[in-house]
């Protein structure tokens, strides 16, 4: 009679410990839905181009030039191919040590770190060494390498906001450490308040926890807010007195769609403030090319910049990283056409230009769609989506949903995007996946339905929220925040 | 100067402890911690970091970095491969400084590095899935193999949306995942299931999750060979666990001895760790053994006997040199014998990047995973959907390397050529560097039957050996510096991969192109006989 080698039961408890429910229990029935033959609209992931947004024109023929280098070598390339596309693509080429076929260095290509150092001087107006800037296969897995090297055991703890983007609490999870929540808050806009923050430290640390890093996600996801100016500033201090790491996701960046507090990088706000914290305070900064109006989820590229961190441990990060020997190279050539896209006078300026400026203010007016879709109905209160890609309402579920969800064994938000999902083919994910107040349930959804298809997307939810309200509700007694 | 530490075998059992935690739901948030501390150690860090960071009230400095991290070696792009950097921006400036005009990387099995040409079909196919508007204008009938074109739309089609920049299933594209299993169904005779299929960043991020799951805490063991490719003793450490080695055979071409396993077996037990699985490269990194038939049928009784899990990293089975060894998948051994998914838990690794097609930068490979209950696979299915999917490109070329060109296709005489061409030369390769090796004093060589790499012994003489002391460095490492300064050849320390005490070895690759080859067997000819002129006793 056999043993059997790996039991659930002796799985590392890590792993069964983490949840990353953005493609959890709804995504799973609402896959097996889409099986049955349902319509399902997928709102459960920024993920831009399975809803029908377009890649890019310059950056995809860059990239199949690079992909078939034999191409340029033939007479006819010119014709198909704008003459800038067929540059650029020899000189990324030239960059390389052997073609996309080839790893790269494990940091990723030194001409391309030097192109994202030099995007990142001329946002900031502050130098950028590339030698502190590691391409990565996708910001998850950059922001995964960061905390596997920051967390020991439990006992470290990671401050990471609440609601947040779940890559971080099952990152935590699996690596073993302790999530610090800071709660963000919903009446003053999703606002940090550095007093949330203090407190959280000081609980954190009567209980014997080693507070190591403070992540901020700037826009927020899933709550889309912009930190102020001034909020970095109170955050770079914060980090300073409480000797925290800042870890910096700004993957959105480019998603702003309010212009009263446009994208300033914690980078910039930290040099500002001049010495001693712009030599103090450590930073590492996450970009993507899977958000923005890029949307290249399936490219997988990112990178991160370290500030302030010392040679010895840039060293240990880069052997880590030479473990799993290099990131993609169609990503790290993607990640080089993002920072340094088609300037006036290119022959690709103009179609660029008009495509992106397409997507983003797309982006702009279905944000205002969505939030005002949601707050038409009496029952949700949605907060302005400024940045990012989501929307995530705040729904107000009666004792008696409460009560049915409690019977059916879910959550509240659960049970409501469940019935949601069911009724309309809307896949969002519960508010409870991101973390959210105690009695407070929201559900996210992604602003990246097409544009045409909004007004009608809106209806539906209104119709099954009304009808929902109509079978769990009263008039007086829905929960109140 | 960066300095990645190449140890000696390290004993991995005193680590950090990782005591996991019984926790309810979701986010672990502060207040479900119960209150007693785990005592924190005072001394984790290796008495040969030579001092500590000076900034020491920095959060992440050296001193307070994840152990496990510090722990953790990985020679293939260790301390010679820095130098070699080093050497190498120097040559571009100081060309008559050096007793040589280039480097060559013969440290990482990087085909495309060293001019191997990708396999045009494959590209085509990629190229157009870049950029899927070349599939709406005339002119690219003219630029593309019919095939190519079939083959780009018949891929989009499995793409919703044709949308190649959105993230994918997590265990990547449906459709992709059919025609790998097809693929491992021609190769081996027996029906795979897509829904066995994990596609991955490269295999080794499947290596990884693996470990992941497996290991709790250092009681966890992996049993691995020795020499290995040290991907296994990394993210064994990376992960807090305990290799548990067990050693080929080097007079019997790096046979695998099942009494060597459960004499490793018993010692582990003997010391308290749990071992979990066994982890089996075949054919062998850097050793390069095909293991016959025989040898895998005993692998495989072993590990259902002892109810570990079997770990079948198999990226080099395209790559087989010699006539009398054939590549047998594990999974095709085990089921051979009648064995099911209820009898053995395996997990077949392949990659992208090794074969004849040498796609390393596109970052491709998945995992067939059989014989684990639903509630495991949910749980290798969750840890996957954290980072996601696998990126795109390297998802269709996985597809495309398990279901190429076949007879008949407009594309098949060119594939075929390309392939064969490229295996040939390496079989070549593979033969006239074993030779070359076996020719030098001191030196034995096994040949190369599979895989990318030699791995040959230098019986280093004692003067040597002692000079490699005084300079504070292992001696394979020591030859290696040596070799490196003299002719620009990077090869990797045998100490990288381990190896039996008191023995020294160095890897090589056989992939520098043809032409290079007799005068890299010129220089390392001249230089060992000079080392050996140097060190003789």
Not at chain 1, 255 to 270: A, C, G, M, T
Request: proline share 6%; net charge neutral.
């Amino acid at each position: 009679m056999s043993l059997k080698a790996l039991d659930y039961e002796s799985l590392n408890e890590n792993v069964k410990n983490c949840q990353y429910a953005v493609r959890g229990e709804l995504y799973l029935r609402a896959s097996e839905l889409q099986k049955e033959g349902k319509k399902i609209i997928f709102t459960n992931v920024g993920n831009p181009h399975a809803l029908g947004q377009k890649p890019l024109t310059f950056p995809r023929q860059v990239v199949a030039l690079c992909q078939a280098p034999f191409l340029l070598d033939n007479p006819n390339v010119g014709m198909i191919f704008p003459a800038d596309a067929i540059a650029r693509a020899k000189h990324y080429l030239s960059l390389t040590s052997g073609g996309l076929g080839a790893y790269s260095d494990s940091r990723g290509l030194p001409g391309v770190r030097k192109e994202v150092a030099e995007f990142i001087q001329r946002r900031d107006g502050y130098p950028s060494d590339p030698e502190l800037i590691f391409l990565t296969d996708g910001a998850s897995k950059g922001v995964m390498q960061i905390l596997n090297c920051i967390i020991r055991n439990q006992k470290d703890g990671i401050l990471v906001p609440v609601p947040q983007y779940p890559l971080y609490s099952a990152t935590i999870s699996l690596l073993g450490g302790t999530l610090v929540p800071y709660y963000l808050e919903e009446t003053d806009n999703w606002g940090l308040d550095v007093n949330n923050l203090r407190q959280s430290v000081a609980q954190a640390r009567s209980q014997g926890i080693t507070v190591r890093a403070m992540v901020i996600i700037n826009p927020g996801n899933p709550t889309g807010q912009c930190l102020s100016e001034a909020n970095l500033r109170e955050i770079l201090k914060f980090c300073c007195d409480e000797r925290l790491v800042l870890l910096g996701d700004e993957v959105y960046q480019q998603n702003i769609y309010q212009d009263e507090r446009p994208f300033i990088s914690s980078k910039k706000v930290l040099m500002d403030m001049g010495a001693p914290l712009s030599k103090e305070v450590q930073l590492i900064s996450f970009h993507t090319v899977s958000k923005g109006y890029w949307g290249e989820c399936g490219q997988r590229g990112g990178y991160f910049e370290m500030t302030n961190i010392p040679p010895r441990t840039v060293e240990e990060i880069y052997k880590v990283a030479s473990i799993a020997l290099s990131p993609n190279v169609s990503a790290q050539i993607f990640m080089g056409l993002m920072v340094s896209p088609p300037k006036p006078g290119d022959i690709s300026y103009d179609q660029f230009v008009r495509e992106s400026k397409g997507i983003l203010e797309s982006l702009r007016r279905r944000a205002r769609i969505m939030t005002d879709g949601f707050n038409s109905c009496k029952n949700v209160v949605c907060n302005f989506t400024e940045g990012a890609m989501y929307s995530f309402p705040q729904i107000k579920l009666p004792p008696k949903a409460i009560q049915a969800a409690k019977q059916a064994g879910k959550v509240p938000d659960v049970f409501y995007c469940l019935k949601l999902l069911e009724a309309t083919g809307i896949s969002t994910v519960p508010g409870s996946g991101f973390g959210q107040k105690e009695g407070v349930f929201h559900l996210r959804t992604t602003i990246l339905p097409a544009e045409e298809e909004m007004p009608e997307i809106m209806e539906s939810f209104k119709k099954f929220n009304d009808e929902f309200m109509s079978q769990y509700g009263d008039n007086f007694g829905y929960s109140r925040m | 100067m960066r300095r990645f530490v190449i140890g000696q075998a390290k004993n991995l059992i005193d680590q950090t402890r990782r005591r996991p935690r019984p926790h309810n739901n979701n986010i672990r948030l502060l207040s479900l911690l119960a209150s007693d501390p785990i005592p924190v150690s005072s001394s984790r860090f290796f008495s040969d970091m030579t001092g500590s960071d000076s900034s020491s009230s920095l959060p992440v400095t050296l001193d307070s970095i994840n152990p496990n991290v510090l722990k953790c070696e990985y020679a293939v792009r260790g301390e010679i491969v820095n130098i070699a950097q080093k050497l190498q921006d120097d040559l571009k400036i100081n060309k008559d400084a050096y007793p040589f005009d280039e480097i060559i990387y013969c440290n990482i099995g990087n085909p495309q590095s060293l001019s191997q040409q990708p396999i045009t079909f494959f590209r085509e196919v990629l190229a157009l899935c870049s950029h899927t508007a070349l599939l709406d204008r005339d002119e690219t009938h003219a630029l593309f193999s019919a095939d190519s074109i079939a083959r780009a739309w018949k891929i989009l089609d499995q793409i919703p949306g044709k949308a190649t920049g959105a993230y994918s299933h997590s265990q990547g594209i449906k459709g992709l995942r059919d025609a790998i299993a097809a693929g491992i169904e021609a190769r081996d005779g027996l029906p795979a299931d897509p829904n066995d299929i994990f596609m991955t960043d490269g295999a080794s991020p499947g290596v990884h999750m693996m470990m992941q799951l497996l290991i709790s805490s250092e009681k966890d063991g992996i049993l691995c060979p020795i020499p290995q490719y040290p991907l296994y003793s990394a993210s064994i450490a990376l992960h807090g666990g305990s290799l548990v080695p067990y050693y080929l055979d080097e007079a019997s071409g790096w046979g695998l001895e099942i009494s060597e396993l459960k004499k490793q077996l018993e010692d582990a037990k003997s010391k308290g760790i749990t071992v979990r699985a066994l982890a089996v490269i075949n054919p062998g990194n850097p050793t390069g053994q095909v293991l016959s038939e025989e040898n895998q049928r005993d692998i495989v009784d072993f590990c259902k006997k002892e109810g570990l899990v079997l770990l079948a990293d198999e990226v080099y089975q395209e790559n087989v040199y010699v006539p009398d060894k054939k590549f047998h998948s594990f999974k095709k051994v085990a089921r051979s014998m009648g064995h099911g998914e209820k009898d053995i838990s395996l997990v077949s690794f392949q990659s992208i990047s090794k074969g004849y097609y040498g796609e390393c930068g596109k970052r491709g490979g998945y995992m067939e995973v059989t014989g684990f209950t639903s509630d495991v696979r949910e749980q290798i299915y969750k840890v996957a959907s954290v980072n996601l999917c696998s990126n795109i490109s390297g998802q269709i070329l996985a597809s495309l390397v398990m279901s190429p060109p076949k007879p008949g296709d407009e594309s098949y005489e060119s594939y075929i050529a390309e392939k064969e061409g490229i295996l040939s030369s390496m079989a070549r390769r593979a033969k006239t560097l074993e030779e070359a090796l076996n020719k030098l004093e001191g030196i034995t060589c096994n040949r190369a039957e599979g895989a990318m790499y030699l791995f040959p012994c230098i019986n280093l003489p004692q003067k040597a050996i002692a000079a490699a002391e005084a300079a504070k460095t292992a001696p394979d490492t020591f030859y290696c510096k040596r070799l490196l300064n003299a002719t620009g050849i990077v090869v990797v320390p045998g100490s990288g991969f381990r190896q039996v005490p008191g023995t020294w070895h160095f890897r090589c690759t056989i992939l520098p192109q043809e032409d290079k080859i007799p005068a890299i067997v010129n220089r390392l000819t001249e230089f060992h006989k000079s080392f050996m002129d140097e060190f003789r006793d």
